[in-house]
């Protein structure tokens, strides 16, 4: 994994996203070389920029699309559906941006056709490869330190199906009453942790033990470790990398006081703003059509009002009104007291049921947006009644409102539609990640992903 602006990408997704780029770049020149005239001359000082720009500007189009995204976990279905958005979204844009680039003397439309057939071909063949099992150039070789549930976790996030890119050297027990729940074969015998290391090789040592006092764990020998150039990695941090998640059940308060992240400057205010203003009055401009034709949909089937409003928690603890089209009948908390939604809520209309599917109803937030109570992007907001109830029962709840909520959000497009405690301690955990790590790309990689989860299918609401 490496950490690009904050947020970590898998190494096996990085060598296809270059190996690609490059394919593609070098097709794109081959092209040019082949459909020139004997009577015209190439510029290559024109079209090698120019294809690299195509070349380029194409792959980060399908990499925020999710053509790159780990493939564990998805059906035939949602790859087929991957790949259709790409094609649909890349041919298009493809067209207009070649035909804006400069290519030299050279008869443009021969070779437009033939670089749109093969960015067809590339995108075909992605989807097939990443639909079988996934490889690294360069596999890091991994020892897990500990033998009970923690390393067990970790085993099954290393080596998951259709993604395994680490070699996994075996287990280290640890003294103490550790139980073994892992594959007995697979455990080390005892020893020398920095031994273990310099004889197997070892690249990165995961430390899946909780209890590390009475001399369970020598932390001079992960110094020794570290200092042999070995990365060192415990549970918060392995999840973080692996899941984009900051899980709870091994979060302690000084992870969150003393490690990276979690700042809140003025700079990542200002910018994350103006971001806000902008593309938040594009979206209302390109949606306004939408927007009118939803609210005429409403009036028919259920008459007025076609907004609802409700009260949530904002930045700080401050509570404002959220807007949204109204999806639900007039009576749906007619006790006043309030419910958690559910995905096959029988109080939705049917206009309601359709425009949560494709997230219509929440287009009327672009004002709250505007207004400055919500971003594009952050953890979602929730009403106050059950703002109390989950910072009773979940540790580390408020952190997430140490930001604006968002329309949408990394929890939105990383984890099923939630209604319960549960749920919400899972959510939170991707918040939480969130909180930590934000910046200006995760804010635009979460845009793309909200388009291609309400395309495809593969999120909830």
Known sequence: MLKVFSHYLPTHTLQQVLFDALTLFAVVLGAVALLVTPTSAVDWAVCIPSALTFAASMIALNAA???????????????????????????????????????????????????????????????????????????????????????????????????????????????????????????????????????????????AVRERRGGVLSLRELLDCKLLGTRILDLSSFFERVQGQVRLDSLRASWLIYGDGFRQGWTRTFVKRCFDLVVGTVLLLVAMPVMVLTALLIVLEDGAPIFYSQERVGRGGRPFRVIKFRSMRRDAEKDGKPRWASSNDDRVTRIGRFIRKLRIDELPQLFNVLNGDMSLVGPRPERPYFVDQLTQQIPFYAVRHCVKPGVTGWAQVRYQYGASVDDAAEKLQYDLYYVKNHSLILDTLVLFETVRVVLTGEGAH
């Open 65 to 207: 699309m999710g053509l790159y995204r780990p493939v564990y976990q998805r059906s035939h279905r949602q790859a087929f559906a991957r790949v259709a958005l790409s094609l649909t979204v890349s041919v298009p844009v493809a067209y207009l941006v070649f035909g804006l680039l400069p290519w030299s003397e050279i008869e443009p439309h021969s070779l437009q056709v033939s670089v749109l057939l093969l960015l067809c071909f590339l995108l075909l063949a992605r989807g097939l490869v990443n639909q079988r099992q996934a490889s690294a150039l360069f596999v890091p070789r991994v020892l897990i330190v500990g033998t009970g549930r923690d390393a067990r976790m970790v085993h099954q996030d290393l080596t998951r199906p259709l993604q395994r890119s680490v070699d996994v050297v075996g287990f280290l027990p640890v003294g103490g009453n550790e139980r073994i729940e892992v594959e007995p074969r697979e455990v080390l015998p005892p020893g020398s942790l920095l031994d273990v290391v310099r004889n197997l090789r070892v690249d990165e040592v995961i430390v």
